[in-house]
């Protein structure tokens, strides 16, 4: 399995990035799907989240989100994106994807991470 991270880089605040999680050996539509982040001297934290439950996708966010991002999913890419739109510096992070085939499961994987920064 292998989840491949992608789309990070500089970006001033208030911009927008748009990553994209590329996965292999899984079928990302029948996994939940994540994008964490970590910043230097902070814990891990859940950015989006990604469920489905009789075809229907649900998805949730951390509190520090605010409406600024959307996960999404691409079945036909078997691909999970997350737009970010006005990005502020304390975004500034590496954002990895993670997959499991259901939140809490010890089974789970994770991706190589792409950093995100935002600076003026």
């Known amino acids: 399995v292998q989840l491949q991270a992608s789309g990070g880089g500089l970006v001033q605040p208030g911009g927008s990035l748009r990553l994209s999680c590329a996965a292999t050996g899984i079928v990302a539509s029948d996994n939940y799907m994540a994008w964490y982040r970590q910043s230097p001297g902070k814990k891990r934290e859940m950015v989006a989240e990604v469920t489905s439950s009789w075809g229907t996708n649900s998805a949730n966010y951390g509190d520090f989100v605010k409406g600024r991002f959307t996960i999404s999913r691409d079945n036909a890419k078997n691909t999970i994106s997350l737009q970010m739109t006005s990005l502020k510096p304390e975004d500034t992070a590496v954002y990895y994807c993670?997959?499991?085939?259901?939140?809490?499961?010890?089974?789970?994987?994770w991706g190589q991470g792409t950093l995100v920064t935002v600076s003026s």
């Open positions: 993670y997959a499991a085939p259901f939140l809490g499961s010890s089974r789970y994987y």
